[in-house]
């Protein structure tokens, strides 16, 4: 688990400055990562980083769920976040590696759906979920960064 809480360490503050190297070297198959690192320079950096593991679907296989805080430029109030991805660790090699099975295969994408849908999954994203909207609630600045996220997000489409 430790390891997992590194592999995320450095995952994230990979995201947070725009470091795609790190970035691909996460995922087992780079040219099918999902990651997104237009709003790394809004972002001063990710914090509390918290991983939720559950077993796979196969052995070395874990789903992760991954709750953390981003803090923006000049906005002291954080965005509770949360991600999920599908793991490969290699106990062997002690590599940890981003499956792209997480995209492309029905049967991970199911799974993965199931376990938000369950205990304690449901109630760490209903709990970061209403966390984020007090803070959107709370902070006008915020609000907007979301308001632009929001908009990005709808130009990739």
Known sequence: VTSLNNFFLVYYNALA???TQILDDAYEDPSLAEYNTEMSDMIERISSI????????????????????????NIEVPAPSIDSFYI???????SIRIMSRMYEDREVNEYMTLLSYKEPVR????ETEN?????????TDL???YVIMSSMGQDRD
Do not use: C
């Not at 966390?131 to 902070?139: M, P, T």
């Open 123 to 126: 109630s760490l994203i209903t």
């Open 50 to 73: 918290k991983v939720y593991i559950t077993p796979g679907l196969e052995k070395n296989e874990v789903a992760a769920f991954v709750r953390y805080n981003i803090y923006f430029e």
């Open 143 to 145: 609000r907007n960064i």
């Open 131 to 139: 966390k984020l909207e007090e803070s959107l609630k709370n902070n």
């Open 17 to 19: 400055t725009g470091d």
């Open 88 to 94: 490969h660790m290699d106990t062997d090699s002690s």
